[in-house]
């Protein structure tokens, strides 16, 4: 969940990245701490948060069930 940065008033920022931009930036960021190779990814969800001061970003990981 990507959330965009608060402005001085409290309302959501207009200048926020594009979600599928940051979608790649994250997966390599991740690379090698939370899997060797983000061609293991085998599932994604992403959306837009609230704001927060200074932005923020979310992640959470869960193991895939298998057959």
């Given at each position: ?55 923020g970003l ?10």
């Amino acid at each position: 969940t990507l959330h965009p940065k608060t402005t001085k008033t409290g309302q959501a920022s207009k200048t926020c990245i594009d979600l599928d931009n940051s979608i790649k930036v994250v997966f390599d960021a991740i690379q090698g701490i939370l899997y060797a190779n983000d061609r293991q990814i085998q599932r994604l969800k992403a959306s837009y948060g609230f704001p927060v001061a200074g932005g923020g970003l979310e992640i959470i990981v869960e193991p895939m069930e298998t057959a």
